[in-house]
């Protein structure tokens, strides 16, 4: 089991180092042709009009710029991925705090301003996920290693947060304030049980 991780995480390191050959490569080959295409309009290639050279080669370099873009947009850089991941745990928080305080009484309940930052925990927990890529564990992080060793257990308690928001959405327009206080509990305790496992502190 955990030899299989080890071998994922090294495979996923591998891809991204791939990814990064390759955008290389393409940055080398698109100044390579950017060179040749400035060199051909300025000292002129044998027997090609200057206006065919423009027609053959534009669109290949464009061609070869929206393969570069993709190749960009598709990788998940380990500290983009990192920063997503703390900013959306980072938004979750500050909405859930709201819900909080007003559920042990320390700004006063308000039903609008509850369902709002319900609505917002709600939604939001759908999103950070996806930024718990491999080899990400490294860096400006506090995630520990063992959430790709044991990814399953971590999947599991995102599952479970995920199962407890819609309960504070409801709790927040029922505009019953134990109600509020029993689902604030709920989530509080579907984010700790992950923290205390996967965040280091
Ligand atoms: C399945 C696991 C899991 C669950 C559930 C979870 N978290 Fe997190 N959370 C993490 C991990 C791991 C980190 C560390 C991320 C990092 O530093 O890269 C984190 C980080 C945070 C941070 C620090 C963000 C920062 O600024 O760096 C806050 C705040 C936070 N979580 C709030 C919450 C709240 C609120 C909930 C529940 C609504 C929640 N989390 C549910 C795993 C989880």
């Not at 040749?36 to 290639?45: I, W, Y």
């Not at 490294?138 to 599952?159: C, H, L, M, R, V």
Request: with cysteine; hydrophobic share 50%.
């Amino acid at each position: 089991m955990a030899a299989g991780h080890e071998r994922a995480t090294r495979l996923a390191r591998v891809t991204v180092l791939t990814g990064r050959l390759m955008l290389w490569i393409f940055f080398v080959i698109i100044a390579y042709g950017a060179v040749a295409v400035v060199l051909a309009l300025t000292v002129g290639v044998n027997d090609v009009p200057r206006q065919d050279i423009w027609q053959e080669t534009v669109p290949m370099a464009l061609l070869a710029a929206a393969l570069a873009a993709t190749v960009v947009a598709q990788e998940m850089r380990p500290d983009r991925a990192i920063k997503y991941r703390q900013g959306i745990m980072y938004a979750m928080n500050v909405n859930f705090g709201v819900l909080s305080r007003m559920a042990k009484g320390e700004i006063p309940y308000n039903k609008d301003q509850a369902v709002r930052a319900a609505s917002f925990v709600n939604e939001l927990v759908k999103m950070p996920w996806e930024g718990f890529v491999p080899v990400s564990d490294s860096g400006n992080t506090k995630a520990k290693a063992e959430i790709w060793k044991d990814k399953a257990k971590f999947d599991k308690y995102a599952q479970e947060v995920q199962a407890e928001t819609p309960k504070l959405v409801a709790a927040a327009n029922s505009g019953d304030v134990a109600q509020l206080r029993t689902a604030v509990a709920a989530v509080g305790k579907a984010c700790n049980n992950c923290h205390d496992d996967f965040q280091s502190k």
